[in-house]
């Protein structure tokens, strides 16, 4: 792929989505990554005696790394190179063991003295229930 697209092109309200199915190797996996073992992750039968959730649920911070290939698509897509700058994410409810989450993001905001966007977030689960709100911004590099 010939990475030569550039930040004029990139059209304020374009969409990216990407789904995941988040089971319990995903959790595992991504607790290892970080080293993160709280019960309420790792402990199904620990999470139905001491919560009202029905099976172990997924690191908030996971819920946020879901962006990261819809990004990866994104920027795909359009030919260019970023390195992220920030994240903000806010949890609306947990994504629980077993659960699809759809992450999609829309492209709000050029700052054009600074050649970086905001892309807009929000992640349902397969019922369509919002997870997860927030945002990512991208400085686009050369090419």
Known sequence: MKWNGTFEE????????????VDGAAIDAFA???????????DREWTRA????????AHGVMTTALM????TSFCTRWRIRTALVSTSSKYVQPVI???????????????????????????????????????????????
């Open 10 to 21: 990139l059209p304020i309200g374009e969409i990216e989505s990407c789904v995941h199915h």
């Open 32 to 42: 290892n990554a970080i080293r993160s073992f709280n019960p309420i992750h790792m």
């Open 50 to 57: 001491h919560t009202h959730y029905p099976d172990r649920i």
């Open 68 to 71: 990261s290939p819809a990004i």
């Open 97 to 143: 063991a077993g659960d699809t989450v759809t992450t999609t993001l829309t492209l709000v905001e050029k700052i054009h003295e600074r050649q970086r966007f905001v892309l807009k977030a929000e992640s349902r689960n397969q019922h369509g229930e919002v997870v997860m709100v927030g945002e990512a911004v991208e400085q686009v590099l050369g090419p």
